[in-house]
């Protein structure tokens, strides 16, 4: 349980900086905001 929480808390720190991105930044990596949980899900879990 212990490494699925911590897995876990990876994921949403992913996504909170991600997330604090500017539009301009996105923009930059070709990025929307509409993918980037599924961006941190991958980075995190790998899928």
């Known amino acids: 349980?212990?490494?699925a929480w911590t897995t876990y808390r990876t994921y949403r720190h992913t996504l909170s900086e991600l997330r604090?991105?500017?539009e301009g930044r996105?923009?930059?990596l070709n990025l929307d905001r509409a993918e980037l949980?599924?961006?941190a899900r991958r980075a995190v879990y790998g899928r």
């Open 20 to 22: 604090a991105l500017s």
């Open 26 to 28: 996105l923009r930059d």
């Open 1 to 3: 349980m212990t490494n």
């Open 37 to 39: 949980a599924a961006i």
